[in-house]
C-alpha cells in the first residue's frame, strides 16, 4: 500500500500516554499523524480526528469532518452515542486500519464503536542492561529473573511455553520459581493497566500475549 493511500489522521489530547500512542503506531506504519496538545483551529488538512472525551463537543460541531472520540468508560461512550467512539486502551489493529485505509468504509462509521482490549501489545525492551523496557508509554526495570522469565515468554511468540521450560530457565536447581515470578511480572505489567498478558494454560504452561521487541536494545 502506497503512503499516498493513507489517511492524514490528527490526534488531539492533552495526556501524553494518548499522544504518545497514536504518534507511535503512525511511525510503525508510516502514516502521516499529526498530534497536537489542543485543538487547532485549522483541520482541513485531514481526513480523520482522533480525540480524548475534552474535545468532543468542539470536534462534533465540524460537521465536514471525520472525528473519532476516545473515551476512558464505557459510560462516556453511551453518552455520545451515536458518535463513533473507541475505548481506551484502543486496539491497535483498529487504529492500523484507520490509519492504513484509503477505504472508508473500513473505517468507523457513525455508530458508537466500542473496541475492548483487543490488540496485541507491544512490550518494547530498551536496554539488557538495566533491564529495562517500555510498554504502553510507561518506562518499567525488571529484576534478573523477571527479565529472563520475559525473554522466555517472548520468544514463544504467543504458544504456550511448558512450565518445565520456565522452571529451567529460572531455578538452577533452586526449586520451582515459576509462578513467584510470573506473579511478580503481573504486578509491573498487568495491573497497573487492568489488562491480562499472561495467561495459564492448566497443565500445560504459559502464553504471553504480546509482542515483545528487542531492536536496537541497549547493551
Known amino acids: 500500500m502506497t503512503k499516498q493511500s493513507k489517511n492524514r489522521i490528527a490526534v ?6 494518548f499522544r504518545n500512542f497514536f504518534a507511535w503506531e503512525a511511525e510503525a506504519c508510516d502514516c502521516p499523524v499529526e498530534v497536537f496538545s489542543s485543538l487547532p483551529q485549522d483541520l482541513t488538512a485531514f481526513d480523520w480526528i482522533v480525540a480524548d472525551r475534552e474535545a ?5 460541531e465540524q460537521k465536514d469532518r471525520r472525528v473519532v472520540i476516545v473515551c476512558d468508560s464505557e459510560e462516556e461512550a453511551l453518552a455520545l452515542s451515536p458518535k463513533p467512539c473507541w475505548l481506551w486502551p484502543v486496539s491497535v489493529r483498529k487504529v492500523r486500519r484507520l490509519y492504513e485505509s484509503g477505504v472508508t468504509e473500513e473505517c468507523p462509521k ?3 464503536v466500542l473496541y475492548r482490549q483487543e490488540q496485541i501489545p507491544t512490550i518494547r525492551l530498551l536496554s539488557e542492561k538495566d533491564r529495562l523496557l517500555i510498554y504502553r508509554n510507561r518506562k518499567i526495570r ?3 529473573k523477571e527479565w529472563a522469565l520475559l525473554l522466555c515468554l517472548g ?3 504467543g504458544a504456550i511455553v ?3 521450560r520456565l522452571n529451567e530457565e529460572l531455578s538452577n536447581g533452586e526449586g520451582n520459581l515459576t509462578e513467584v515470578y510470573i506473579c511478580h511480572l503481573r504486578r509491573k505489567l498487568e495491573e497497573p493497566f487492568g489488562i491480562r498478558l499472561i495467561k495459564a494454560e492448566r497443565g500445560k504452561g504459559y502464553r504471553l500475549d504480546a509482542r515483545v521487541i528487542a ?3 541497549e547493551k
Open 12 to 17: 488531539v489530547s492533552s495526556r501524553d500516554a
Open 56 to 60: 468532543a463537543d468542539s470536534l462534533f
Open 110 to 112: 457513525a455508530e458508537t
Open 142 to 144: 525488571l529484576t534478573p
Open 155 to 157: 520468544k514463544g511468540a
Open 162 to 164: 511448558p512450565r518445565e
Open 215 to 217: 531492536k536496537e536494545i
